[in-house]
């Protein structure tokens, strides 16, 4: 090549400067801090749909005789406080009112309270890392990972001399999910209420043939109602479907919201006692196939396109354009409905999650839901609880349920809300007393690996690269050894 | 100095067609009479002509579409966008979309915010450090200089997920979280890139202009200043685009480093609005807003580059190539 | 010039040479400060995690190569997302790359509203990421998608695009060559330095527009050519967030690449000690491909080629 023209090494100069700039151009998109950031997806911490949390419902009387003597004993110039959610939109701008109200005044007095939401695990792990977390967080990460290894603070002694924040006050199961191997690490506040029903279109149901007013009750019968709720036109692309059983509740596999799936079939997935998992086992494996029959029917990679359709990796946004017939979820799920699609809220029935045959009859609920934490680092523990006591209080209740729909796990509050408000939450609220099982939350502190290993595994056997048994026999694997390596085992 | 340019220019042109008649000659082994294929075929061109137009404007649509759609979405509420088939052209058509959502954050803050406090400084850092260290691999002769510009190469292969956590702590003990200053600070280093698009640049700028500017006296920051940069606008002009728009869209540096709201900037606002839309009853029309607010935030962008293309494309006229 | 100074470590730098070096390193003091403070800290850091095991919550424990003994024995979701990454990189880069460069080449030409064309092609790139992810994910949804809308229209079978494992690579690869904008704009600059006069010399000589464009443009742009691969290599081992957004690595981990499971277990599994392990295997790997690219190209080589 002819190098000494100068001409030419100019071309050349300018293309690989061009070159440079198109590696400007395109790598920053890649390359360049854009990295994560990305919701994790419905399955990640809180994402779980950061439903509501019914800040604690204040009871009735109760917060005017305590305030008094709790005494924020608050500085003349409050203390700023952070507080961090994935929630954001309208319950940030739900603070705005809760900061109006009589009772924010009264406990929180000066003190600043910034709520910042969108805050996801790439928000909370570097400021950890670097020590510097906010003073409060909630639904942003697995709050058993967090407690397990040691960034939260135990707050016994907080609890102890609070006159707002008392045991009976809330639902067993919530109040037991605050506390690992026996501190306390966090309150049950904003979106604290059951996770469990079937919920289902009767229009839908009506049409395909079936009776709405018996509802499936076994794996069986929802298996039956899928297929026929299931259709294509003519061209054999898919027009509605009856259940995924992986949407949502049914397919949640973590501490939160549960292990769904484990609890129908009635067994534990994890040990606290023994430090152990038990997942190869015949129920785990009967879990993967029967899910998999769901999605036998509908084809998988139709039934993935059809789970993208809800919305961009929403929760149940089929059900609301009734191309899906059937869900499991929990109790947001009436307010939700109400607000996107009225009318298919009015025709929504809720009733008892599937169970096996084995199990028929069982009534099962499960007192899921989120904690409002301190962080170890923070240096404001005393001033930061008072926002923990806040959201026991009946204002902050009554704004989270009317903005958001979240109810707390406080039974004397949801005594005062109308439970006919949204269609179906009756059933939830009647679940308090009608459900035969409460299920007993699982003490896993790999949350998130554990709810991959689920889907994925899931996956390959609906798609059929795997039999459930290995399948069953790999997840433990994984899942004892991951264990093993965070040294907590 | 224009003298040495235009002798340059003269030179260049008659030595590029000797050197292409040289290759082809080699290349093609054959060497048609001259003259005899000078006028095309006035059929066969129009064809080719139309041919051409189709494919652009083919293109050209499968292009727009995606952003059809976007501000198309942008006026419809949630009833109108999950609906199968997709709708094209909604009706009623809601043209409030747009303040809607532009009032639904605090945009108008958030742009001032991106514009004044991070990318306009970023952009003028970039340039400013990026010749420095561009004129220093190209210009200056120095032993070490290949070792380090390898060096600087390969920072750009670095996976950026697991350089976050201990840039986060270094900025921790700096003191500059929930500042601009770990978005904008670390551009006074220059940036990989640009040094490495700048240097090629600097290095087609003959040596003897330099040379000539020495001889006359000149230090070397002077000979970058008088010299190199006037001639090197147009690839500084792409520096500067392409680093605006990159703080433009920047999302993750601002979500980690920023905490108040009132500093936020654009893309946190838009991230705001996506997530919102992946939690239904969050808030409803986040789909529309989302796409309201998109489209609202790349307007600018395109119609500046609409207009200054020429600096962009037509604009590199070094040496007068073209003649 | 070497003459001998007493007291110089170096024998053989003159006074000059290290005036030189002296003048070098002061005009490059920006970028050395800047990658000893966020560079080299970092890039240590990073690789001090990925011998220990680290949660990010608790301080790191030294564990060796513990994590890389994992990632190279033990670890099958590896395999697949390495496969994953070289498939992606091998296909996208170079399609990537003919596709801005063929834009380019017609864009250059003498048409009717060449700025507006021009600009229609550039606009995709300056989209946000995020947006261009919520676009495309609700144009090639099977459901609500209007291009399987138009295939139903004509009544043929939808395409499950971001839903099926076998499709979901190909789909991705359409949305990077429709946001190839700004490479395209890098060409379009490349292609007007190509003196005209050439390709006046060749018409002259009789030659059709195919051999102008093998010829002459390809030659002529062939640095450019090549470094754009190399930079699309170098990206294409980072994609990160596009399938992040559109797919969470699904369906079936069919755009599960290497990037979405570093950070899976970064931020996630909360294990930065395997995710830093896998970005320095990462970081490896690219090095190894920049530098074969390099060799294999070798008429191309300009690292020490300033002008004559």
Known sequence: MVRKFNRRSFLRSAGLAAAGSVLAACAPAAVQPQVPSQAPSTQTAAPKEATPTQASSTQTAAPKEATPTIAPATSAEGIALQYWVAWSGDYVKAWDQMQKTDEYKEIMGNNVLTVKGSMYAEAFLPALAAGNPPDLGGNGFYYLDYMARGVLQPIDDLVAISKIVKKEDFIPGNWESSFYKGAQYGVPANECFERDALVYNSSMVEKAGLDPKTPPVTWAEVLDWHKKLTKFDSAGNLTQIGLDPYDSIGGSMNPIDGFFAGESWGFTYFDQATSKFDLDNDKMANIFDTYAEFYKVVGPDKMAGMRSVEGQGTWGGSYFAAVQAMVIDGYWHCQWTEQAKPEVAKVSVYTWAPVTEARRGVKMQYPGGHLICLFKDSKHHTEAFKVAEFLQTKSACDILFDLRGFLPARPAYLKTVDKYTFPGLDFFFNSLDEATEWEKMVPCVIADFVQNQFNTLGESVYRGNMDSKAAVAQMQKACTEEWQKTGLA | MSFIVENHRKGGIEINMAVWKFTSAQKAGTIKPQGEKQIVTTPGLVIRGALKYAVLIILSITFVLPLVWMAVSALKIDSQVYTVPPIWIPNPAHWNNFIDAWTAYNFNLYVFNTVVKYAVPVTFLTVASSSLVAYSFARLRWRSRNFLFAICLMTMMIPSQVTIIPLFITFKHLGWLNTYLPLVAPSLCGDAYFIFMLRQFFLTIPPDLSDAAKIDGCSEFGILWRIILPLSKPALAVVALFRFLWAWNDYFGPLIYLNQESQFTIALGIENLRREMEQIGSRLMAYPYLMAVSTIVTIPILIAFFFAQRTFIEGITLTGIKG | ?308
């Open chain 3, 1 to 308: 010039m070497s003459s001998t100074i007493p007291g110089l470590k170096r024998p053989g730098m003159s006074l000059l040479d290290w005036r030189r070096e002296a003048m070098g390193y002061l005009f490059a003091s920006p970028w050395l400060i800047g990658f000893l403070m966020f560079t080299i800290y970092p890039l240590a850091a990073s690789l001090y995690y990925s011998l220990t095991r680290y949660d990010l919550l608790r301080p790191p424990v030294w564990t060796g190569l513990a994590n890389y003994q994992e990632i190279f024995t033990t670890d099958t979701t590896f395999r697949l997302v390495m496969s994953n990454t070289l498939f992606w990189v091998g296909l996208s880069a170079p399609l990537g790359v003919i596709s801005a460069f063929l834009m380019a080449f017609m864009l250059n030409t003498r048409i009717v509203a060449r700025s507006l064309f021009r600009s229609i092609f550039f606009f995709p790139s300056i989209v946000p990421v995020v947006v261009t992810a919520m676009v495309w994910q609700f144009l090639l949804n099977v459901q609500y998608g209007a291009i399987n809308a138009s295939l139903q229209a004509l009544r043929l079978p939808v395409i499950p695009f971001l839903s099926s494992p076998v499709w979901v690579k190909p789909s991705l690869i359409l949305i990077q060559i429709w946001a190839q904008g700004t490479a395209m704009v890098i060409f379009l600059a490349t292609l007007q330095d190509v003196p005209r006069s050439l390709y006046e010399a060749a018409t002259v000589d009789g030659a059709n527009e195919v051999q102008k464009l093998l010829n002459i443009t390809i030659p002529m742009c062939s640095p450019v050519i090549l470094f754009n691969l190399v930079m699309a290599f170098i990206a294409g081992f980072q994609y990160f967030t596009l399938p992040w957004l559109l797919t969470q690595g699904g369906p079936n981990r069919a755009s599960e690449f290497i990037a979405v499971y570093l950070y899976r277990n970064a931020f996630l599994f909360l294990n930065m000690g395997k995710a830093s392990a896998l970005a320095w295997v990462l970081f490896v790997v690219i090095i190894t491909f920049t530098f074969l690219l390099f060799k294999g190209s070798g008429r191309f080589v300009f690292y020490s080629g300033e002008s004559s």
